[in-house]
T-cell receptor
Framework: GQQVMQIPQYQHVQEGEDFTTYCNSS?????IQWYKQRPGGHPVFLIQ?????EVKKQKRLTFQFGEAKKNSSLHITATQTTDVGTYFC???????????FGQGTRLTINP | KAGVTQTPRYLIKTRGQQVTLSCSPI?????VSWYQQTPGQGLQFLFE???????NKGNFPGRFSGRQFSNSRSEMNVSTLELGDSALYLCASSLGLAGRTGELFFGEGSRLTVL
Protein backbone atom coordinates (compact mmCIF):
# COMPACT_ATOMS: atom_id res chain seq x y z
CA GLY A 1 0.00 0.00 0.00
CA GLN A 2 0.95 3.62 -0.04
CA GLN A 3 3.53 4.25 2.60
CA VAL A 4 5.63 7.02 3.97
CA MET A 5 8.90 5.69 5.33
CA GLN A 6 10.71 7.56 8.04
CA ILE A 7 14.27 7.04 9.26
CA PRO A 8 15.91 6.59 11.64
CA GLN A 9 13.49 4.96 14.05
CA TYR A 10 15.56 6.06 17.05
CA GLN A 11 18.24 8.67 17.55
CA HIS A 12 20.20 9.42 20.70
CA VAL A 13 22.38 12.52 20.77
CA GLN A 14 24.37 14.59 23.20
CA GLU A 15 22.83 17.93 24.04
CA GLY A 16 24.14 20.49 21.59
CA GLU A 17 24.53 18.02 18.72
CA ASP A 18 22.46 18.27 15.58
CA PHE A 19 19.64 15.89 14.64
CA THR A 20 18.00 15.02 11.34
CA THR A 21 15.07 12.78 10.47
CA TYR A 22 14.09 11.83 6.93
CA CYS A 23 10.82 10.97 5.28
CA ASN A 24 10.47 9.18 1.94
CA SER A 25 7.49 8.30 -0.20
CA SER A 26 7.38 6.11 -3.29
CA UNK A 27 4.70 8.36 -4.74
CA UNK A 28 4.39 12.11 -5.12
CA UNK A 29 2.98 13.97 -2.16
CA UNK A 30 0.59 16.91 -2.36
CA UNK A 31 1.95 18.21 0.91
CA ILE A 32 3.78 17.04 3.98
CA GLN A 33 3.25 17.90 7.60
CA TRP A 34 5.46 17.43 10.63
CA TYR A 35 4.31 16.70 14.18
CA LYS A 36 6.06 16.37 17.52
CA GLN A 37 4.88 14.11 20.31
CA ARG A 38 6.41 14.62 23.71
CA PRO A 39 6.68 11.55 25.97
CA GLY A 40 3.24 10.82 27.40
CA GLY A 41 1.65 13.47 25.20
CA HIS A 42 -0.19 13.72 21.92
CA PRO A 43 1.13 14.78 18.51
CA VAL A 44 1.31 18.53 18.00
CA PHE A 45 1.51 20.14 14.57
CA LEU A 46 4.80 21.81 13.71
CA ILE A 47 4.58 22.82 10.07
CA GLN A 48 3.20 22.08 6.61
CA UNK A 49 5.19 22.17 3.37
CA UNK A 50 3.43 22.37 0.03
CA UNK A 51 5.79 23.59 -2.69
CA UNK A 52 8.52 21.64 -4.43
CA UNK A 53 11.91 22.48 -2.91
CA GLU A 54 10.33 24.45 -0.08
CA VAL A 55 12.46 25.24 2.98
CA LYS A 56 11.00 26.62 6.18
CA LYS A 57 12.68 27.49 9.45
CA GLN A 58 11.39 27.70 12.98
CA LYS A 59 14.20 28.88 15.25
CA ARG A 60 16.58 25.88 15.41
CA LEU A 61 14.33 23.68 13.24
CA THR A 62 14.71 23.53 9.46
CA PHE A 63 12.18 21.70 7.29
CA GLN A 64 12.73 20.79 3.65
CA PHE A 65 10.46 19.37 0.95
CA GLY A 66 12.24 17.67 -1.92
CA GLU A 67 12.17 18.89 -5.49
CA ALA A 68 10.23 15.81 -6.59
CA LYS A 69 7.87 16.15 -3.61
CA LYS A 70 8.68 12.59 -2.55
CA ASN A 71 10.90 13.28 0.42
CA SER A 72 11.27 15.64 3.31
CA SER A 73 13.58 16.25 6.23
CA LEU A 74 13.57 17.91 9.61
CA HIS A 75 16.89 19.16 10.96
CA ILE A 76 17.40 20.45 14.49
CA THR A 77 20.52 22.48 15.16
CA ALA A 78 22.14 22.31 18.58
CA THR A 79 19.57 20.12 20.30
CA GLN A 80 18.24 20.99 23.70
CA THR A 81 16.55 18.73 26.26
CA THR A 82 13.22 20.30 25.33
CA ASP A 83 13.56 18.72 21.87
CA VAL A 84 13.05 15.23 23.31
CA GLY A 85 10.12 13.41 21.77
CA THR A 86 8.97 11.56 18.67
CA TYR A 87 8.84 13.41 15.38
CA PHE A 88 6.34 12.28 12.77
CA CYS A 89 6.00 13.25 9.17
CA UNK A 90 2.61 12.90 7.48
CA UNK A 91 2.17 13.06 3.74
CA UNK A 92 -0.89 13.37 1.61
CA UNK A 93 -0.50 11.11 -1.40
CA UNK A 94 -1.43 12.95 -4.61
CA UNK A 95 -4.85 11.83 -5.74
CA UNK A 96 -5.56 9.97 -2.52
CA UNK A 97 -7.85 11.18 0.18
CA UNK A 98 -5.94 10.36 3.33
CA UNK A 99 -2.96 11.53 5.30
CA UNK A 100 -0.29 8.86 5.75
CA PHE A 101 1.98 9.05 8.77
CA GLY A 102 5.57 7.89 8.91
CA GLN A 103 6.64 5.55 11.70
CA GLY A 104 8.22 8.41 13.62
CA THR A 105 11.73 9.09 14.89
CA ARG A 106 12.17 8.98 18.62
CA LEU A 107 14.79 11.50 19.77
CA THR A 108 16.45 11.16 23.15
CA ILE A 109 19.08 13.56 24.43
CA ASN A 110 21.89 13.13 26.90
CA PRO A 111 22.22 16.38 28.89
CA LYS B 1 -11.09 27.77 22.27
CA ALA B 2 -11.52 24.30 23.67
CA GLY B 3 -9.33 21.59 22.20
CA VAL B 4 -10.20 18.09 21.09
CA THR B 5 -11.76 16.12 23.93
CA GLN B 6 -11.57 12.36 24.17
CA THR B 7 -13.35 10.19 26.68
CA PRO B 8 -12.66 8.06 28.53
CA ARG B 9 -8.96 8.73 29.03
CA TYR B 10 -8.21 5.29 30.42
CA LEU B 11 -10.10 2.04 30.38
CA ILE B 12 -9.52 -1.62 31.04
CA LYS B 13 -11.49 -4.34 29.31
CA THR B 14 -11.26 -8.09 29.00
CA ARG B 15 -11.03 -10.15 25.84
CA GLY B 16 -14.31 -10.54 24.03
CA GLN B 17 -15.84 -7.36 25.38
CA GLN B 18 -16.58 -4.30 23.32
CA VAL B 19 -15.64 -0.68 23.85
CA THR B 20 -16.89 2.69 22.65
CA LEU B 21 -14.63 5.74 22.58
CA SER B 22 -15.81 9.29 22.11
CA CYS B 23 -14.23 12.33 20.49
CA SER B 24 -15.48 15.91 20.51
CA PRO B 25 -13.67 17.99 17.89
CA ILE B 26 -12.79 21.64 18.05
CA UNK B 27 -15.86 23.79 17.42
CA UNK B 28 -16.30 24.34 13.70
CA UNK B 29 -14.15 21.40 12.65
CA UNK B 30 -16.00 18.96 10.43
CA UNK B 31 -13.43 16.22 10.06
CA VAL B 32 -12.52 13.66 12.69
CA SER B 33 -9.81 11.06 12.12
CA TRP B 34 -8.98 8.14 14.36
CA TYR B 35 -5.55 6.58 14.87
CA GLN B 36 -4.22 3.63 16.82
CA GLN B 37 -0.82 4.08 18.41
CA THR B 38 1.21 1.21 19.79
CA PRO B 39 4.90 1.19 20.76
CA GLY B 40 7.03 0.83 17.69
CA GLN B 41 4.07 0.98 15.27
CA GLY B 42 3.63 4.68 14.94
CA LEU B 43 0.23 6.08 14.10
CA GLN B 44 -1.98 3.60 12.30
CA PHE B 45 -4.90 5.22 10.51
CA LEU B 46 -8.30 3.78 11.35
CA PHE B 47 -10.83 6.00 9.59
CA GLU B 48 -11.86 9.56 8.87
CA UNK B 49 -15.32 11.07 9.06
CA UNK B 50 -16.41 14.28 7.44
CA UNK B 51 -19.94 15.64 7.60
CA UNK B 52 -21.21 12.36 9.08
CA UNK B 53 -19.78 10.29 6.22
CA UNK B 54 -16.81 7.94 6.38
CA UNK B 55 -14.39 9.30 3.81
CA ASN B 56 -11.40 7.04 4.36
CA LYS B 57 -10.70 3.76 6.03
CA GLY B 58 -7.46 2.11 7.09
CA ASN B 59 -6.55 -1.56 7.05
CA PHE B 60 -8.27 -2.69 10.21
CA PRO B 61 -10.74 -5.56 10.59
CA GLY B 62 -14.47 -5.00 10.65
CA ARG B 63 -14.43 -5.16 14.45
CA PHE B 64 -13.37 -1.54 14.31
CA SER B 65 -16.17 0.81 13.38
CA GLY B 66 -17.07 4.42 13.83
CA ARG B 67 -19.63 7.08 13.21
CA GLN B 68 -20.02 10.82 13.29
CA PHE B 69 -22.99 12.79 14.50
CA SER B 70 -24.50 15.97 13.12
CA ASN B 71 -22.60 18.05 15.69
CA SER B 72 -19.33 16.50 14.37
CA ARG B 73 -18.75 14.47 17.53
CA SER B 74 -17.48 11.02 16.69
CA GLU B 75 -17.42 7.63 18.30
CA MET B 76 -15.44 4.55 17.51
CA ASN B 77 -16.34 1.07 18.58
CA VAL B 78 -14.23 -2.04 18.87
CA SER B 79 -16.10 -5.29 19.28
CA THR B 80 -14.81 -8.68 20.43
CA LEU B 81 -11.70 -7.18 21.93
CA GLU B 82 -8.36 -8.95 21.52
CA LEU B 83 -5.17 -8.54 23.53
CA GLY B 84 -3.55 -6.86 20.53
CA ASP B 85 -6.12 -4.08 20.64
CA SER B 86 -4.37 -2.62 23.68
CA ALA B 87 -3.20 0.78 22.49
CA LEU B 88 -3.56 4.51 22.69
CA TYR B 89 -6.43 5.61 20.46
CA LEU B 90 -6.07 9.15 19.23
CA CYS B 91 -8.59 11.26 17.46
CA ALA B 92 -7.74 14.37 15.50
CA SER B 93 -9.96 17.08 14.13
CA SER B 94 -9.47 19.45 11.24
CA LEU B 95 -11.51 22.03 9.39
CA GLY B 96 -11.63 20.01 6.22
CA LEU B 97 -10.37 16.65 5.09
CA ALA B 98 -7.18 15.65 6.89
CA GLY B 99 -4.05 16.95 5.25
CA ARG B 100 -5.91 19.09 2.77
CA THR B 101 -6.82 22.16 4.77
CA GLY B 102 -4.04 22.37 7.30
CA GLU B 103 -3.09 20.91 10.57
CA LEU B 104 -4.63 18.14 12.59
CA PHE B 105 -5.45 18.86 16.21
CA PHE B 106 -5.07 15.76 18.33
CA GLY B 107 -6.83 14.89 21.54
CA GLU B 108 -5.04 13.45 24.57
CA GLY B 109 -6.12 9.96 23.57
CA SER B 110 -7.93 7.05 25.16
CA ARG B 111 -5.61 4.40 26.53
CA LEU B 112 -7.21 0.98 26.24
CA THR B 113 -5.84 -2.04 28.03
CA VAL B 114 -7.26 -5.44 27.17
CA LEU B 115 -6.67 -8.21 29.69
Amino acid sequence: GQQVMQIPQYQHVQEGEDFTTYCNSSTTLSNIQWYKQRPGGHPVFLIQLVKSGEVKKQKRLTFQFGEAKKNSSLHITATQTTDVGTYFCAGRIQGAQKLVFGQGTRLTINP
Amino acid sequence: KAGVTQTPRYLIKTRGQQVTLSCSPISGHRSVSWYQQTPGQGLQFLFEYFSETQRNKGNFPGRFSGRQFSNSRSEMNVSTLELGDSALYLCASSLGLAGRTGELFFGEGSRLTVL
